[in-house]
């Protein structure tokens, strides 16, 4: 079979649909698959030993990236690809201590965004797919609720939350002097030279400001964004592909389309580029990096993991796993001005302090995002601006960090929505998030 073959099976009809219509602004979506009847355990994904042929999900079958089968893949992801191992250290886990008195956050109410819909807490969950939630309020567990396939000790697939641990890497080597956000990008990588990223600064890759020719919209099987994930080994090559084979390989591909500095413009590749220059100006893999300086700092319970390339370099894009609990933990921190539980400065107060007061939002508005009025975006991460000082990192089919500072609440979540783009998925989550807060500053 073809490679484009390949791709054009991985998209599922239904997102595909849904996608077309979010793209051309219809307020109609098509009626999504019933959360309840597709799990894990009603569709009988690799259950048994061995499980029915018909059930069995592998990764040279198209449809393992496809819903509801996605349901299963996302939290078992190291039994599909290869991967490299993120430890987290020698020390003891740090405890999620549990709140003696939480609030009924399941009865919480809200309106969805642009419908006026009510609905609750609870009913979110399940209407976007969720695997996993967890709710800290000062630093307590208040909440936490796993569905499908995934489990406490279990990793899931971050999807694009892993831009963000690139991007507050890059501040922190920034920070140290080790990287200068300023230099051009061919200081640090000159086989870019000929590339779209042969002009461009370091900081404009960090706050996806760069003109290149590569699209992103999951509902076009012709989008570079499935030449980049065939280069990457995260989709099936296909017996004929003659394409590029490694990450590395596919950035040199890139050319410049319009120019640099003028616009956001959210483009997987430009995290490629930056964890490319991170290892390069650290001399470390991203996974070692990530280990040294901060998963084995946050009291982690489980070690975490990268999806690799045929020659394991980590997708710095989206290939980050991580269990729910450690990604809480990690968020924490964050809120916490980059102090861990345990007293430990993991990171300096000002790396934090520059990600969370935010970009150029006269830059953001250009992408013309609906659900995100007013945001902007810096070092890989979703800034709100809004009261409460909000920001998240974010990836496709639902996956979260959402630090609210104001409320001191950090809310993380895994999913396997059948829609990859978030503009399915903020209509119920974003207003749920802000409800949640209010309630737990109602509560104090």
Known sequence: MSSKGFARQALFPLALAALVSIAHGQTAAPALPDPASTTVQAMGWMQGFPPPPDKVLTFDNPAVNVYPRTRW???????LVPTANVWRGSSAPSPLPRAARAP??????FKAMGTGEELTFAQSLERNYTDGILVLHKGQVVYEKYFGALTPERPHIAMSVTKSFVGTLAALLAHEGTLDPGAPVT????????????D????????MTIGVHYSENYADPKAEIWDYARAGGMLPQGRDY????????????LKKEGEHDQAFAYKTVNAEVLAWVVRRASGKSLAQLLSERIWSRIGAEQDAFFMVDRIGTESGGGGLNTTLRDLARFGEMMRNNGRAADGRQVLPRAVVDDIRNGGDRAKFAKAGYATLPGWSYRNMWWVSHNADGAYTARGIHGQTIYIDPKAQMVIVRYAAHPIAANAAIDPLSLPAYQAVADALMAAQ
């Open 200 to 207: 461009a600064t370091v900081r404009q890759v960090m706050d």
């Open 73 to 79: 893949s996302f939290s078992h992801i190291r039994e």
């Open 104 to 109: 009924d956050l399941d009865s919480v109410r």
């Open 187 to 198: 200081r640090y990588l000159p086989e870019l030279k000929d590339t779209a990223y042969g």
């Open 242 to 253: 003659a394409g590029p084979r490694t990450f590395y390989e596919f950035l040199q591909t």
